[in-house]
């Protein structure tokens, strides 16, 4: 992987501040879809919650080093559109030139630490809607994660409808990731079966005030072509945490990029964290799988 210089960037927040700011302004867009109207984007926005694990190695994301090199190979490759991630992460990614020219979504509410007792109560301490317009990103991204016993939950979901009304009128797309979720001794799950996801989605579709820049961010689960049957919304797959043989997702991908809504994947951990080390294999099959070509 491409080196990093993690003591140039310490350097240059320090001293130079203002130029985050400047190359923001300076940066290269694009249209937010190619010609063929797909998205696979590399998601960058688990450590900001506190999720660091990856397979059996729970201090897997631990190095921001190490992390930005991964991410800096993925993004490089040609099949990929550009990155989801917290304002630390894409302003490093900026600072190195790695986001010239490529799709960039805020992650937006990253108060609901894994494993904390105020889980659950996700609220919006990251990118606010008009940093995601002032920085010229192209979207925001929500964890809406509804749990029916959790009083706190009615403050996430109107919380994002808020978002969802605030990137619309600055006709941003609003990335809506929902889960149903429950505690299991102590521990926040999200309930990953086709009826709780597609319950999930019809609640997801009906927040704000219009639908019109809103996408959805759902898992692969069983029965997806009566999940994704649920919605008209454009649809973007997420990979979660790798588990089981590589070959065995990718299958899953390759069957789910078939059905009308899915429009791409967004994937973090399952490309930036092979089993073999190899980032940039991983990343060109997924884009073979979403654009038909890694080139």
């Not at 590589?246 to 399952?270: E, H, I, K, Q």
Request: glycine content about 12%; charged content about 25%.
């Amino acid at each position: 992987m491409t080196g990093v210089d993690v003591a140039g960037l310490t350097e240059l927040r320090a001293t130079q501040p203002d130029s985050i700011g400047k190359a923001w302004a300076a940066r290269r867009r694009r249209d937010l879809l190619r010609s063929d109207g797909r998205l696979l984007l590399v998601a960058a926005d688990h450590p900001a919650r506190g999720a660091l694990g990856v397979r059996d190695d729970p201090r897997a994301m631990e190095s921001r080093h190490d992390l930005l090199e991964r991410l800096v190979e993925a993004v490089s490759r040609p099949g990929v559109d550009g990155v989801l991630g917290t304002p630390d992460v894409l302003d490093d990614l900026l600072l190195l030139g790695a986001l010239e020219g490529k799709v960039v979504v805020g992650s937006m509410n990253r108060g609901g630490l894994q494993g904390a007792s105020f889980e659950l109560d996700d609220r919006f301490t990251a990118y606010r809607a008009e940093d995601i317009a002032a920085c010229g990103l192209d979207g925001g991204k929500t964890l809406t994660r509804i749990c029916y016993d959790d009083p706190g939950t009615v403050a996430t979901l109107e919380a994002t409808a808020a978002a969802v009304n605030e990137l619309a009128a600055r006709g941003l797309m609003a990335m809506v990731e929902p889960f149903l979720s429950e505690r299991r001794e102590g521990r926040v799950v999200n309930l990953l079966d086709p009826d709780s996801t597609i319950r999930s989605i019809h609640i997801a579709a009906g927040l704000g005030g219009s639908s019109a820049r809103t996408w959805l961010k759902l898992p692969v689960v069983d029965e997806l072509e009566r999940v994704m049957a649920a919605t008209t919304l454009p649809t973007l797959l997420l990979g979660g945490d790798p588990k089981g043989d590589p070959d065995d997702t990718y299958a899953s991908w390759g069957a789910a990029l078939t059905l009308p809504p899915v429009r791409g994947l967004v994937v973090g951990r399952a490309l930036l964290y092979p089993p073999d080390g190899d980032v940039a294999a991983a990343v060109d099959i997924a884009g073979e799988l979403v654009h038909g070509t890694a080139s």
